[in-house]
Every structure is written in C-alpha cells, then in structure tokens.
C-alpha cells in the first residue's frame, strides 16, 4: 500500500488524506488520492467517515496541499483503524 499524508482542518472535524496511485499504467499521468472524511462522535469514540474521493495530478495535489496548510490545516498522523 502507498504511503498516505493527512491533514485535519482546525476545529478537528474534517481529514484530507493524500495517496499516491501505486498501481500506474504505462502512458498514464502520475496521479494522487485525495480522500475527505468527517470525523464523528464524542467522549474518546470518534470515528472518520469518507466521504468523497478525487483522483488529481500529482503538482495539482501538491498545490492543494500546501493551500490547505496555509489556511491552518494541520499535519496528522493515521490514527484511526
């Protein structure tokens, strides 16, 4: 499985996570996943629900990324099974 890189917005409601496509195709553009969760629950039973999943270049992804740190997204480590 690829790597992924998460980000969660600053009132800790919503994910973004970035994935790399591992299985290319010949002739193909590099792409990236981008996959959006909202997390739900309360009182330490939190649990990430996905809700849309896009596939982009990866420069696109890279510009995404970075815009959404500049506007107070946070990096994160997976912590959800």
């Known amino acids: ?3 992924s890189y998460w980000l ?10 970035f994935m790399k496509n ?14 959006t969760g909202k997390i739900v ?5 939190k649990t990430l ?6 596939s982009v270049e ?3 992804a ?3 990324y970075e815009r959404l740190l500049s506007k107070g ?3 994160i480590e997976k912590n959800w099974n």
Not at 10 to 17: F, P, Q
Request: hydrophobic share 40%.
């Open 1 to 3: 499985m690829a790597k």
């Open 8 to 17: 969660i917005n600053s009132n800790r409601s919503e994910v973004k996570r």
């Open 22 to 35: 591992d299985k290319s195709i010949d002739g193909v553009f590099e792409y990236m996943f981008i996959d």
């Open 41 to 45: 629950g309360g009182l330490g039973n």
């Open 49 to 54: 629900i996905m809700t849309n999943t896009v």
């Open 58 to 60: 990866i420069d696109l």
């Open 62 to 64: 890279r510009e995404i």
């Open 73 to 75: 997204w946070r990096k």
